[in-house]
């Protein structure tokens, strides 16, 4: 029998309209136009509805002035929209990124309770984890609330340890360590102990693979930052010289030319995408350099090629973003240049104690001390106390999803309690703690919009404020769900990056 010749073979070859990859190529670009053109339809729909009405989508309230007080904050009275929605949004991070982190040791300690073998920690841990976990969020933020503000009024000689920690219906005032004008030259030498520090783990880290002796990589490697801390006091100004540094680069991105930014993004959108799919199609290829691409293959290719060229499109056609990036880049390293440019005598850290002042008939906290307010106070107590009951049930269901037998071998070879915590279970846990913490912490960011019910100016309540003064809903409301969501992505990250560093790793 004789071999087909190519004339045979072409005969034989599927048509366009029976070829399973033709269709379904044909069919998601088809998809895709559909869903493109209904979201065009929609957005065109939309935007003449709210013109009908008249109905303004502009985001120009952002650069013009606002009549609004802020109670606390970075800036308590901001000149324009855009300096109000900051300070909140800065607002917004202080009680979210503070509860984050006491929520989860207070989580570790509930959940370490309920499993004690002692009655009465283990009861205490239970009645915790039933009662905040059962009473809604907001009726524990309003007790709060109402709880604080029975506390005695602000006096001269108030306590209970006065001129260290005042307790008042005014809040809660107590000593505060803050950033001096040394800070950022100190910060150097610790970012470079914690580039040696990082070397240091790893070869500790090395020598304990080799010889299975305890080398405590991770305490050499926390002692190496502490150091490089500690010596940085004494020689931090010898980093001044960075301040004129710093002020060249000002100075060389004031005398940039717009387009530079429009070249600078457009080249790397497209060098990302050009090495991104260079090095998925290097993966694909066989041993014999023949290349196996499926259809997904070809769709993440043509996928990252179109996001290259939405990106180099957006960058052309919005040149305010490239005036903004160059606008942003100037005054970030004149910042800087003023920071670095400090008296070499100034030191990087300095701390106050709270003080009491009356500028009127009523005394009340200075700016000295660190002050809770009392809106401050009632949602961090609440999300913190409601926050942790959850994690203590996960940090409660880690440990007990570990086989038991783990703990029976730790204690065969000597281990104590506290040594078999931390060194087999924990680690262990932690893979089956980590995935539902994640979700509690981007549930407390999300459950601090509710500080608006006890006056905390948060980013919903300040935003409230603004589109009441200037109308603009929409555009204040499409800002709220950007700053959750960029919040909500960046915790995802974090938490996911950490669940990859911890997975197991199998031979």
């Not at 602000?154 to 260290?164: A, E, K, M, R, Y």
């Not at 970030?332 to 701390?351: M, S, W």
Request: glycine letters at 8%.
């Amino acid at each position: 029998m004789t071999a087909p010749t190519t004339r045979e073979r072409v005969s034989q070859r599927v048509p366009l309209w029976r070829d399973v990859i033709v269709l379904k190529w044909v069919t998601q670009v088809f998809l895709l136009v559909m869903v493109l053109g209904a979201m065009f339809f929609l957005a065109s729909q939309a935007g003449d509805n709210l013109r009908a009405r008249n109905i303004s989508t502009e985001f120009d309230f952002l650069h013009e002035p606002v009549m609004i007080q802020i109670s606390e904050g970075i800036d308590t009275h901001p000149d324009t929209g855009a300096r109000a929605l900051w300070s909140a949004m800065v607002n917004t991070l202080r009680i979210s990124g503070a509860g984050i982190i006491f929520a989860t040791v207070l989580g570790v300690v509930v959940g370490l309770a309920r499993l004690s073998d002692n009655w009465l920690v283990r009861r205490i841990g239970t009645m915790w984890v039933e009662f905040f976990r059962n009473v809604p969020l907001l009726v524990q933020m309003i007790f709060m609330f109402s709880f604080l503000t029975t506390l005695p009024r602000v006096g001269l000689d108030s306590g209970p340890i006065n001129g260290w920690l005042h307790i008042s219906n005014k809040g809660i005032s107590m000593p505060r360590v803050f950033m001096a004008d040394g800070f950022y030259q100190w910060a150097v030498v610790v970012l470079i102990g914690a580039v040696a520090a990082h070397y240091v783990r790893r070869r500790r880290q090395r020598i304990q693979d080799e010889t299975g002796a305890n080398t405590s990589p991770i305490l050499w490697a926390l002692g190496t930052v502490a150091l490089f801390g500690l010596v940085g006091l004494f020689v931090h100004p010898a980093f001044s010289w960075l301040g004129p540094v710093f002020g060249a680069i000002a100075e060389l991105f004031d005398s940039l030319p717009t387009a530079a930014p429009q070249v600078l993004f457009s080249a790397a959108a497209i060098g990302v995408a050009t090495t991104w799919i260079r090095r998925f199609l290097s993966a694909r290829r066989s041993a014999i350099g023949h290349l196996l691409l499926s259809d997904d293959d070809w769709f993440r290719m043509v996928f990252a090629a179109l996001t290259s060229l939405v990106v180099v499109l957006l960058v052309v056609r919005w040149s305010g973003l490239s005036a903004w990036t160059l606008d942003s880049s100037r005054d970030l390293f004149e910042v800087l240049e003023a920071k670095f440019e400090v008296d070499g005598a100034a030191r990087p850290f300095d701390a106050m104690r709270p003080d009491i002042v009356q500028k009127s008939r009523f005394p009340n906290y200075g700016t000295n001390g660190l002050t809770m307010s009392i809106g401050f106070a009632s949602v961090f107590f609440a999300v913190v106390f409601y926050t942790s009951a959850f994690i203590g049930e996960n940090v409660r269901g880690g440990i007990l999803a570990v086989p038991k037998g783990q703990t029976e071998a730790a204690k065969a070879v000597g281990l104590k309690r506290g040594q078999v915590l931390r060194h087999v279970v924990l680690p262990q846990a932690i893979r089956v703690i980590m995935p539902p913490t994640g979700n509690q912490y981007l549930n407390l960011l999300k459950n601090t919009s509710l500080a608006i019910a006890v006056g905390y100016s948060d980013i919903v309540q300040v935003g409230t404020t603004v589109f009441n003064q200037t109308g603009m809903t929409l555009p204040v409301v499409s800002i709220w769900m950007l700053f959750y969501l960029s919040c909500s992505l960046t915790i995802s990250v974090v938490v996911n990056w950490f669940n990859v560093r911890m997975r197991l790793v199998e031979r």
